[in-house]
Nanobody
Framework: QVQLVESGGGLVQAGGSLNLSCAAS????????MGWYRQAPGKQRELVATITSERNPDYANSAKGRFTISRDNAKNTVYLHMNNLKLEDTAVYYCSANIRVVTGLVRDYWGRGTQVTVSS
């Protein structure tokens, strides 16, 4: 019923930039908050950034000052612009969205992830 698909991951040199996108599709009534999470090898999934339906952002300390989250509500899409990438940013990046479907159910949905690899 609801699908989130990330795109834009890849290999980048340290100090470089990447832009991630995530589009929601399917049948739903509304999208509340959206966000980006990441999971590095051997570590638990962690929050990177979130953004409300009113476009108010919040960032993890590791992302603050380097990453920018934004969304286009007309396109049901959330973005993550990443600057000055570091080796420790290497992870699978997951998109999330809190969604109310047409049946009234509200829950968090997740994409399948996109790999970001930062090399020296």
């Amino acid at each position: 019923q609801v699908q989130l698909v990330e795109s834009g991951g890849g290999l980048v040199q340290a100090g470089g930039s990447l832009n991630l996108s995530c589009a929601a599709s399917g049948r739903f009534f509304s999208i509340n908050a959206m966000g980006w999470y990441r999971q590095a090898p051997g570590k638990q999934r962690e929050l990177v950034a979130t953004i409300t339906s009113e476009r108010n952002p919040d960032y993890a300390n590791s992302a603050k000052g380097r990453f920018t989250i934004s969304r286009d509500n007309a396109k049901n899409t959330v973005y993550l612009h990443m600057n000055n990438l570091k080796l420790e940013d290497t992870a699978v990046y997951y998109c999330s969205a809190n969604i109310r479907v047409v049946t009234g159910l509200v829950r968090d949905y997740w994409g399948r992830g996109t790999q970001v690899t930062v090399s020296s």
